[in-house]
């Protein structure tokens, strides 16, 4: 159902409403007047009750010519009628005797203790009253049908008016996402609007922002990807063609630089399927109680010549012997494995990387966690390159060469793995001093 078909449909059933609330209201008002007029003259009411009253016990409990007598009190009455047993014995008035029961006020006479009849009566001011409701009931219909027209032009001009006014941001919502299913970049949302379509324009803005980062992301990594294939493909080509058209074997030398160039292609390939998986959760996780202490004392043993050849000490420094957390042990070896390398790379000859492992207690989260810190004073990262260090293919150092550097996503693989771990890394870094990376996994209250 549209908006317009709504609103009408509303009105309509408003409108319905407050006649049939006016039309109660003014028939109640009716009958508090007439009582009201009762209340101001209780007196004379009350006299001629006891007028009728003492007729019937004067005539031996009879009304037996009553029709033909005259009362004392009956002359600020226009109306009175005298109702026994369904039959109307006595009549002063011109009203029909059903309209006087309907309209007139009624007073019950009583004797010894049993009702004998009813006494219908209006005095001037209750007779004014069901005058002017008689008027008035004779007119309503003609008033309603008025009301009814005048009202429903009026509400149909405000219910047109008000649907243009809310159909023309839903309109140009409408318009932009079509614009957005049709690829274009540029996308006229009502933003500026301070309403609920202005939120909802935004959200959508917000939206196909996001998505067109995702779309520049997603041809950034196909770009990346086709650059790192490229070059040691290229080599490799080259190489091969070369000896085919000089008609020679291809020298030891040769084989070997040939081999570091495929392994560094299936060193890509895994790191962009593990990525991905990553990131998309297509792995499952599958933790057990592992020793985080004895993880990083295993992984330094197995780095430590890659430091010895650079002549980079590497020094641990433990709170405690055991640190139990519950992770997957190969992701998480994976994660330091490639940040303690990235520490040794950019530390230079004869400085130091530190490492720490301790237990805190994180009071934000109110949770314990295995704090990892890995600290070398190598080159440092920029303010500038900081934020983005954790990007696939994202390098700090620009003027880095292929043979030196790696595929750069170690650090999108570390984050991802221990994100997975409802972990997370801060980065901290000045150029010239060197790097600090804090990797926080949680401690479950079980262990």
Request: glycine share 6%; proline share 3%.
């Amino acid at each position: 159902m549209k908006i317009r078909t709504k609103l009408i449909l509303f009105t309509s059933i408003l409108i319905t409403f407050i006649l049939f609330c006016l039309l109660a209201v003014t028939h109640i008002q009716f009958y508090i007047v007439r009582d009201y007029a009762y209340l101001e003259n209780k007196a004379v009411f009350k006299s001629l009750q006891d007028e009728f009253q003492q007729y019937y016990a004067h005539h031996d409990e009879s009304w037996e010519g009553i029709q033909n007598s005259s009362f004392e009190h009956s002359p600020p009455f226009v109306e009175i009628a005298l109702v026994v047993d369904g039959d109307q014995l006595y009549q002063k008035g011109q009203l029909s005797l059903e309209n006087i029961m309907e309209g007139g006020f009624q007073l019950k006479i009583h004797s010894n203790d049993r009702v004998v009849g009813k006494l219908y009566v209006m005095n001037e001011s209750q007779y004014k009253t069901y005058e002017f409701r008689s008027i008035w009931y004779n007119i309503l219909p003609n008033i309603i049908l008025v009301s009814l027209l005048i009202t429903g032009v009026a509400a149909v001009f405000i219910i047109f008016l008000l649907s243009w006014t809310l159909t023309v941001p839903i309109r140009k919502i409408i318009k932009g996402i079509d614009t957005v299913k049709m690829g274009e970049p540029e996308v006229i949302l009502p933003v500026h609007r301070k309403d609920e379509f202005g939120a909802i324009a935004r959200a959508l803005q917000e939206m196909n922002d996001s998505l067109a980062n995702l779309e520049q992301s997603r041809k950034q990594l196909l770009s990346d990807v086709a650059h790192e294939l490229k070059t040691p493909l290229m080599i490799m080509q080259g190489e091969m063609e070369l000896a085919q058209e000089m008609e020679t074997t291809l020298s030891s030398e040769k084989i070997s630089s040939l081999l570091d160039e495929v392994l560094r292609l299936s060193r890509l390939v895994h790191d962009v399927l593990d990525l991905s998986r990553l990131e998309a959760g297509g792995t499952e996780l599958r933790p057990t109680t592992e020793n985080i202490v004895a993880i990083i004392k295993g992984m330094v043993e197995k780095i430590m010549f890659l430091a010895e050849d650079k002549q980079i000490g590497v020094s641990m420094h433990i709170s405690e012997g055991v640190i139990d957390v519950s992770v997957e042990k190969s992701r998480i070896n994976q994660a330091i494995y490639n940040i303690l390398i990235n520490s040794i790379h950019y530390t230079n000859q004869g400085e130091q990387v530190q490492i720490r492992v301790a237990r805190i207690y994180h009071a934000a989260r109110q949770s314990k966690y295995a704090c990892i810190t890995i600290e070398d004073n190598g080159v440092g990262i920029s303010a500038k390159d900081l934020p983005h260090i954790f990007n696939r293919f994202y390098r700090a150092d620009h003027s880095r060469t292929r043979p030196s550097g790696g595929t750069g996503l170690g650090l999108a693989i570390a984050q991802q793995n221990i994100l997975v771990h409802q972990g997370w890394i801060d980065v901290q870094s000045e150029v010239g001093k060197g790097t600090t990376f804090l990797i926080y996994l949680p401690i479950p209250p079980s262990i």
